[in-house]
């Protein structure tokens, strides 16, 4: 038995990723009673809060003011935080463990699903996730183009993310332009044409994966209708069972009540079409300019769920963008455990295993979308981090933990320094905040990002 976090020994964790995940399980590990812990929190961008910064959409400030709580567990003396710090380019998992007795991954899913049809590499064909952190000014995604000179585009998929890019392109660009929305992108969308918004749903109004409060919030955009028709909101036999659930069947009067109002009068329409799939994008010149649909009817399987198979009736829309917005994805981490089927790392009530089925790593953990999917609100995430630092706690008590071979405080920087690798601090990030926030407020928004790295390095003394 080890005497790890202990007065004597404290338990130092390293948590890879700054998102709400990790701050969760920073948070959890803080306010285990007894337990002496340093923790050492690192992100791959100089600025933390991972999705909250670069994936709420910029018009849900509401969503964001939630990092006040991880400024909170940031600026306790035992969490040290490392920015533009990358796993797997400035630090190996290996060094990682060396230097620490536990690590949690809180990676979350960088990359996005495909639909899988023919076109869907022609120009004009993109991912929403790669929209999304376009207007929010990440880094990775600042210098794509999207061409919003066509009068339509098609958002494929209805969960949360297909509701905020119809939204974000449907949405009155002055009141945008007052948040944390990226500059360029609100140039951008000012000189849009588009006056159309298909959202494409393959199965019906019971099943979709957006949350009542999203649709409703399309149903009230200020110049755009939403518009269903009343045929494809009326539910299916299959369909009707579902009603039974409170949160179902308020998505499923606010749509049937919202098909009433016909087509509005406004100038642009955000026309929601369900039961339909995208069989095929069609183009001119390598560029889409128009997606086949199918119409599909919705079937009961033996495990209770509700599926759609198309039925051999097609239609053609005309649209010069496609966002597809069927869910993220995970990638791969070298030294990291990756499962290609599911699409995350593989675990056990959040131990890292190296392959489904196969016994738990010591002293890996792993939280977040990169454990369970990407699933779930914000909020999910802290009892999912919860449950995981109780994993790595009962592994503590029962000495399973592999201490590392140099566990002292400044392990990591004495590596860093030495591969002349700049680690930004948390008083770092706070000035870029406070520039940015500046920034922000000489142009009349409520900030102003830096969306290049390089913009944020020059911005800092070389230390603050
Ligand atoms: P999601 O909720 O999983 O929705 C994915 C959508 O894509 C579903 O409508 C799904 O339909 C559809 N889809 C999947 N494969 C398809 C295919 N091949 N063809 C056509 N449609 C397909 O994923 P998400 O929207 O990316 O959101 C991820 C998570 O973040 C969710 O938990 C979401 O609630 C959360 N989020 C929350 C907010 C917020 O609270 N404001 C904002 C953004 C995201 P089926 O249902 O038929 O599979």
């Known amino acids: 038995m080890n005497n790890l976090g202990t007065p004597q020994r404290p338990l130092s964790v390293a948590i890879i990723g700054a998102g709400p995940s990790g701050f969760y399980a920073a948070e959890a590990l803080l306010k285990a009673p007894d337990l002496n812990v340093r923790i050492n929190l690192f992100d791959r961008l100089p600025t933390p809060y991972g999705l909250v910064r670069g994936g709420v959409a910029p018009d849900h400030q509401k969503i964001k003011s939630v990092v006040a709580v991880y400024e909170r567990i940031a600026k306790d003396p035992r969490l040290n935080f490392f920015g533009a710090v990358k796993l797997g380019r400035d630090i190996t998992a290996e060094e990682l463990s060396a230097r620490h007795d536990a690590v949690i991954y809180a990676v979350g899913c960088e990359s996005d699903r495909r639909m899988e049809i023919p076109g869907e590499d022609l120009a004009g064909s993109h991912s929403a996730t790669d929209f999304v952190g376009w207007y929010n ?20 998929g209805i969960g949360n993310v297909a509701m905020d890019v119809a939204r974000v392109l449907s949405c009155e660009v002055d009141d945008l332009a007052k948040t944390d929305a990226a500059g360029y992108a609100v140039s951008a969308l000012r000189a849009s044409k588009v006056k159309t918004v298909w959202l494409l749903g393959r199965r019906g109004p019971a099943e979709a994966a957006y949350s009542p409060v999203e649709i409703t919030e399309l149903g009230e955009l200020p110049g755009c ?108 981490i070298p030294g990291v455990p990756f499962d290609e089927k599911s699409g995350h790392i593989p675990n056990e009530n959040g131990r890292v295993l190296p392959a489904p089925g196969q016994p738990a790593i010591p002293g890996q953990f792993v939280v977040g979308w990169a454990k369970r999917g990407p699933s779930g609100l914000i909020g999910t995430n802290r009892a999912d981090s919860v449950l995981t630092v109780q994993s790595l706690l009962e592994d503590l008590k029962a000495g399973r933990l592999p201490a590392a071979s140099d566990p002292s405080p400044d392990a990591t920087q004495r590596l860093l320094a030495g591969k002349k690798i700049r680690a930004l601090s948390f008083a770092d990030w706070q000035a870029l905040d406070a520039l940015e926030k500046a920034n922000g407020a000489k142009a009349n928004k409520i900030r102003e990002k830096f969306t290049r790295i390089e913009d944020m390095l020059a911005a800092l003394p070389v230390s603050v």
């Open 137 to 156: 000014g990440h880094p990775d995604y600042r210098e794509l183009k999207f061409d919003l000179s066509c009068a339509a585009v098609a958002v494929v």
């Open 225 to 332: 209708d939403l518009v269903v028709d009343p045929k494809e909101a009326a539910l299916d036999e299959v369909s009707k069972k579902e009603l039974g659930d409170p949160a179902v069947k308020k998505k499923v009067d606010y749509v049937q009540a919202h098909a009433l109002k016909g087509e509005g009068s406004k100038s642009r329409k955000i026309r929601a079409r369900y039961r339909v799939s995208p069989v095929e994008l069609i183009g001119t010149n390598g560029r889409v300019t128009s997606m086949r649909i199918e119409k599909n009817k919705l079937i009961g399987d033996d495990k209770g769920r509700v599926k759609c198979v198309g039925i051999g009736e097609f239609e053609t829309i005309q649209v010069g963008m496609v966002l597809r917005s069927v869910g993220y994805r995970g990638i791969p």
